[in-house]
């Protein structure tokens, strides 16, 4: 059985940031193949601005357990994130060249796997599901797509948007 690697504890030790720094490690680099692969923006500029988002979010994370105040990591990798890009910032030229090397798509494309896969809670878990599992994940989201795709169509010519 594979261990969890955010455990969620207040405090976080050698351990924790260990596997944050390993799992933002992965998601980086799956991130870069994704977005060069994808989008075409070289590798080198998408793993400087995957290395700032990382930093970012263990910095952020790191502050959430250490300063006495009871707010969100969220918040505190938000608010670092647009103090360091703000324009007239020494470092905003150099952040936001970089970071917009990185598609938004390509993100999230890694996240919501990462996500799917934690909520069997282990690989055992998930494998156990077997292909019927996969099969019906893939009707339903391209049933949802579809769907989404109709109604979407329907309210641009009922609004008269010419249909292409």
Known sequence: MMPDLIDGSENVSVHGIFNWILLLIIF???T?????LGYKHPMTDSLIGMAILSVITLIGVWMERYLPFNISSILYISVMGIAIAFPGMPTSDFVLYFVSKIELLSIVTVFLAYVGIG????WDEFKALGWRAIVIT???IAATY???????HIVLVATGVPAV
């Open 28 to 30: 980086s680099a799956i």
């Open 32 to 36: 870069v193949i994704a977005n060069y």
């Open 119 to 122: 909520m069997g809670k282990s």
């Open 138 to 140: 893939v009707l339903v």
């Open 146 to 152: 579809y769907g989404a795709a109709i109604v979407a």
